[in-house]
């Protein structure tokens, strides 16, 4: 199968992400559909915290370690031939600490 195109992530809390991808169909070749795609979340050590497989073009990933804000992704389309080229995206999450101010009232 073809690499993916369109990659787009959404921070949905300080932990989870959504990804969604479009597939990139080359209409002049017939190509077997694609079964599942191969998602692999690695940290800034290049280690691996997320690998999963789903047969739909998005994906919610939670539990994201709070020590990392940078994360690889890579998204493998994989059919009955086989395994097609990798798609990577790069991105960090934020983290927002909530600021508490206290008012001192003296006499």
Known sequence: PAQ???ISWDQI?????????NNNKDSTTPVPPIQYYIITVYST???????SNTANTNITITGLPLTD???TI?????NVIGYGPSATVN????????????FLMYK
């Open 45 to 51: 050590s290049n280690s691996i915290i997320f690998n």
């Open 74 to 78: 890579t998204i493998i389309p994989v």
């Open 91 to 102: 991105g960090t999450i934020y983290y927002y600490a909530a600021i508490v101010i206290e």
């Open 4 to 6: 993916v195109v369109n």
């Open 13 to 21: 809390s300080t932990d989870s992400i959504t990804i969604w991808w």
């Open 69 to 71: 804000t940078n994360y």
